[in-house]
């Protein structure tokens, strides 16, 4: 399938090396991989990224991890993959503890669903993964995202309620 349109060859051959055309094809990604490593430990503080103004293209939407991590550095980066690991957790809990099989697998499908892509968002733009347009799940600038996002743990929350110890109730 890579083959068979070229813009696809064109994203594989770019992030197998992104920094070979940094002006072209690799543009994107180069300028996400810069934004990342000059927030250093702490960041640049909230609102005073360089990257986001002028060189990251469209850094509210697929790309707003690395100027995340230009603004809170690496401390806000694992703050945010903690985040996403708590609701992993809280989301597997809520699995576990559903009143029925159809609960158990609504549960832990919207929790995977929601996980997976922060995960590969961020995997994709510190360029782990090729280029693709998936959002940061609750963080990226977007309505129909947020609204799935929202609905998504909406219903989690409402599964978690009905756990085993509201049952008799």
């Not at 940094?22 to 180069?30: H, V």
């Not at 510190?126 to 693709?132: A, D, E, Q, S």
Request: net charge positive; glycine share 12%; proline share 7%.
């Amino acid at each position: 399938l890579v083959y068979a349109e070229p813009y696809r060859l064109r994203r594989v051959l770019n992030f197998l090396s992104p920094f070979d055309d940094p002006q072209g094809t690799g543009y994107q990604l180069s300028q996400a991989i810069l934004a990342v490593g000059s927030g250093g430990w702490l960041g640049k503080g909230l609102g005073a990224s360089k990257l986001k103004l002028l060189h990251l293209p469209a850094p509210h939407t697929d790309f707003i991890f690395p100027v995340l991590c230009e603004e809170l550095g690496l401390v806000g980066a694992l703050s945010l993959l903690a985040l996403f690991a708590a609701f992993l957790v809280r989301g597997v809990r809520a699995a576990s503890n559903a009143p029925d099989l159809f609960g158990a697998l609504l549960a832990s499908g919207l929790t995977f669903l929601i996980t997976l892509q922060a995960l590969l968002n961020v995997a994709m733009s510190i360029g782990l993964l090729p280029t693709k347009g998936l959002p940061l799940p609750f963080f990226s600038y977007g309505g129909s995202s947020l609204v799935i996002s929202l609905a998504c743990a909406g219903i989690l929350l409402n599964i978690s309620r009905h756990g085993p110890e509201q049952r008799g109730t």
